[in-house]
DNA sequence: CTACCTCGAGCTCA
DNA sequence: CTCGAGGTAG
């Protein structure tokens, strides 16, 4: 064992906390110190010490943060807390209505305060803590699982690998967003189109696709920064009680806090930081999509509640959108697999909102009378809602003469089949059905899809090929597909069609639940289909159910039991079936048995309270047996709670997030039944 | 809807 | 090198 040098030791920790420190001044506080020749003295010198004693090395030293190995992939995540998204507030009213559903929850004649802070363009993630230490790292994905990227986050160096604090919390969850300062952006554009790459779109996107890097090495010379809004989760700590309250501590605990958040003593306060904040937007060092505002006192917060997407107590106050002018260049007519014919305007490409937007939905019939659409128009574009492109309106002053009306057609783009109105519905269809190639070729790739029989490297190009070449004209074709026709097709070798011919073979063998999703019944998706495989043992009893057994689901609703009549009374679709199960497309016939073990598959269920009949373990075990995960706590997930006597906060959240819940004589009930 | 990353495979040219 | 597919993000 070699011994080292006490003074050795203890100028190695100089060195990193020297380094910590100008780094927190210069990163985080925007208040360098030193030189950054002097630093990067510091730093050569903290390598060589690192290189030579690499025992020493500390976690959280500033050499940390140069990448590790690259990731083969990234590793899922659950959120402990969901990260929710936000309300948006599209105009002032809305803002006000805000404000007077907040007093009206409250219940409360006394004044509401909030806190205003620029909403930063960049990704959303949680950081985890523990100990002091950075452990994880995740992406917001769909709020209740993300993807870890710890080891990319670590590369960032405004944001502490180690929490500032002599006595830090033994768990804290900060969240906050990862972005690109303007000038970081077009600083790395430069390196980029120096080394002949594509350079990046918008700050944003460099950002997001910075943390996509399986390599941290190259996410470390990216200019990331990353500023904190909120706290999830944290112990052995006094809290404080307002949401600035709570900033100031993750400011204390080395985090970059936004310096144009403000306090706002009303809504109208909040007003006027917005109408400022917008009008010196051009100003700030970093894209912004709107401005945050949050209820300031957390005890009000927490009355307040969330929704099961997102909070009672905040709102994004959205800008209104980037507009841009652009010529309607064709409309053109896309036929869906339910038939539904959707216009779609092709436009001259024109940069708004910080992406090049060349066409756009015009949803229906309705919207293209409401503009009054001539071919070649000038048109005003923007980006609504944050992300779907949307036709504003039509500049008539420069209108061409002669220029053509767009009409919507009568008979269908693809098939000619007429395209009908039903009264009740606002869209049209054409009435081609399963002649028509477009809902031929919308019906297949629905089929092939992940959720539905999963057969993976059949994409939307191929289907379309394949169609157009003839090769397939149903579901029921794509079994019949051998090496020879795949081959001949462009682009796709031996070793291709080699992969999608066992793709197509490995989907013969599937669930009820998921050949139902697949045939594509309208109105039947992921949770009605398992609805259905469900209730019936076999596709059989499906077909053959009548109106009032339907009915008698839960979740299946007069249109839903009509949607599946149609569907089943359609001799075609007989003759699908019974060809696809003589291809070979199987599924496990549920026994009495399995239909026990499967049926609360997927589910997530939370015990809470005392309960007299059995113990909390007794509980859980019953529920893992009829294949649902039992969870701790109660998020937007949550399937179902079981509150037995005493429940408190689980209970409360979720009323808050309006899921079921069961008391103990309705799941005892229920586990007799199942 | 657009942009980004990653992968496997095919094409092209040396 | 380019393409298509499959995934992510807002």
Not at 516 to 531: D, P, S, T
Not at 548 to 562: K, M
Request: charged share 25%; glycine share 6%; with cysteine.
């Amino acid at each position: 064992m070699v011994t080292i040098d006490d003074g050795i030791i203890a100028s190695y920790r100089r060195l990193v906390s020297d380094l910590q420190a100008h780094n927190h001044y210069y990163h985080v506080l925007d208040d360098p110190r030193i030189s950054d020749v002097e630093y990067d003295g510091l730093m050569r010198q903290l390598l060589l010490v690192e290189k030579q004693y690499p025992q020493l090395i500390k976690k959280d030293s500033p050499s940390q943060r140069i990448g590790g190995a690259p990731l083969p992939e990234f590793n899922q995540v659950q959120h402990t807390v969901p990260m929710l998204s936000l309300d948006n507030a599209f105009s002032v009213e809305a803002l006000r209505d805000f404000d007077r559903r907040v007093h009206e929850r409250l219940q409360d004649s006394v004044k509401v305060s909030y806190l205003c802070e620029p909403k930063l363009d960049g990704v959303a993630v949680s950081l985890i803590y523990k100990e002091g230490m950075l452990v994880q790292a995740a992406t917001r994905g769909d709020g209740a699982t993300g993807e870890d990227v710890t080891a990319n986050i670590k590369t960032i160096k405004s944001l502490p690998l180690k929490l500032m604090s002599d006595l830090p919390p033994r768990l804290i969850e900060i969240r906050g967003e990862v972005y690109m300062t303007r000038q970081g952006f077009n600083g790395l554009n430069v390196f980029v189109k120096e080394r002949g790459e594509k350079p990046f779109v918008n700050p944003r996107n460099a950002a997001a696709g910075s943390l996509r890097q399986l390599d941290s090495k190259v996410t470390a010379r990216r200019p990331l920064n990353f500023c904190a809004y909120s706290v999830e989760q944290y112990s052995d700590y006094g809290s404080p009680d307002t949401q600035w309250g709570m900033l100031e501590y993750v400011g204390r605990l080395g985090f970059r806090i936004n310096p144009d958040i403000s306090f706002a003593v009303d809504i109208d306060a909040c007003e006027s930081y917005c109408n400022s904040l917008f009008t010196r937007r051009t100003l700030l060092s970093y894209d912004i999509d709107g401005v945050v505002i949050k209820v300031n006192d957390l005890q009000k917060q927490k009355l307040l509640g969330v929704l099961s997407r997102s909070p009672r107590w905040a709102i994004a106050r959205k800008f209104p959108a980037e507009e841009a002018f652009s010529q309607l260049v064709a409309v053109d007519f896309q036929v869906g697999r339910t038939g539904a014919v959707t216009p779609v305007a092709r436009l001259s490409p024109v940069f708004v909102g910080g992406v090049t937007i060349s066409s756009a939905t015009l949803h229906n019939a309705d919207e293209i009378s409401r503009l009054g659409l001539h071919l070649g128009d000038t048109v005003v574009v923007r980006r609504a809602g944050d992300v779907i492109p949307q036709v504003v309106r039509v500049v008539y002053e420069r209108r061409q003469k002669n220029s053509s009306l767009v009409l919507f057609p009568k008979f269908c783009p693809v098939c000619s089949a007429p395209i009908l109105n039903h009264p009740s519905e606002v869209v049209a269809r054409c009435s081609g059905s399963l002649r028509c190639s477009a809902q031929v070729k919308q019906a297949i790739k629905h089929f092939a899809s992940r959720g539905a029989m999963n057969i993976n490297g059949l994409g939307d190009r191929l289907v379309d090929k394949l169609v157009d070449a003839g090769c397939i004209a149903s579901i029921v074709d794509l079994y019949d597909l051998t090496l020879p026709t795949l081959t001949q097709q462009e682009r796709l070798g031996d070793k291709s069609a080699r992969n999608l011919l066992n793709a197509i073979e490995k989907s013969k063998r599937t669930t009820l639940q998921k050949f139902l999703y697949a045939l594509g019944i309208r109105e039947v998706g992921v949770n009605c289909a398992r609805l259905l495989a469900k209730q019936f043992t076999s596709i059989e009893e499906i077909m053959a159910a009548r109106r009032n057994e339907l009915l008698s689901i839960e979740g299946i609703g007069p249109v839903l039991a009509e949607h599946i009549q149609v569907f089943f009374a359609d001799p075609k679709t007989y003759e699908i079936i019974t060809e696809l199960q003589r291809k070979g497309v199987h599924w496990p016939l549920a026994s009495v048995d399995e239909v026990r073990d499967i049926s609360l598959h997927g589910q997530v269920w939370v015990l809470t309270g005392r309960m007299e009949s059995m113990s909390r373990g007794e509980a859980r075990n019953v529920l893992q047996a009829l294949g649902a995960r039992v969870s701790d706590s109660v998020s937007s997930k949550t399937s179902r709670l079981v509150a037995g006597s005493g429940a408190g906060s689980k209970l409360k959240k979720a009323n808050a997030l309006d899921i079921p819940v069961f008391d103990e004589k309705q799941f005892l009930q229920f586990i007799a039944d199942t």
